[in-house]
């Protein structure tokens, strides 16, 4: 797959769950949405994030870092990266709409998301 054709996939895919947000959000009463339609909404909402962060991180570290590293390279950091970010924003709300999001369950989830990224960027490659 070229990087045209990621950007691609990754745009159409972000959109349509952009939409897929919209459309819940206009459409359902919070008070009597069922665990299914919470389901989908974070499903939606996570896949939404990370496609929308992956381009994102994509574009910047393509602009910032000119040349310094191989291109596909830059696509696997950045979309690790919108991954990390998302779930972290995605179970910060799953948490609170739940009423149990607390200073220090942020401060761990934070901690969280860093060590793995940590890990995952000293790690060699095989």
Do not use: C
Not at 21 to 40: E, N
Not at 60 to 84: C, D, E, K, P, T
Not at 94 to 107: A, C, E, H, V
């Amino acid at each position: 797959m070229t990087l045209r054709q990621y950007l691609i996939l990754m745009a159409t895919g972000t959109v349509l769950a952009w939409a897929a947000v919209l459309v819940i959000l206009s459409a359902v009463d919070p008070a009597h949405a069922t665990v299914p339609i919470f389901a989908v909404l974070y499903a939606a909402l996570f896949l939404a994030s990370t496609g929308t962060l992956s381009i994102i991180g994509y574009l910047v570290r393509s602009r910032l870092l000119n040349g310094g590293m191989l291109m596909s390279r830059q696509v696997v950091i950045a979309f690790r990266q919108a991954l990390l970010i998302s779930l972290l924003f995605v179970t910060v709300l799953f948490l609170r709409g739940s009423l149990l999001l607390t200073w220090w369950n942020s401060i761990l989830l934070a901690a969280a998301a860093t060590a793995a990224e940590l890990f995952f960027a000293t790690a060699k490659a095989k």
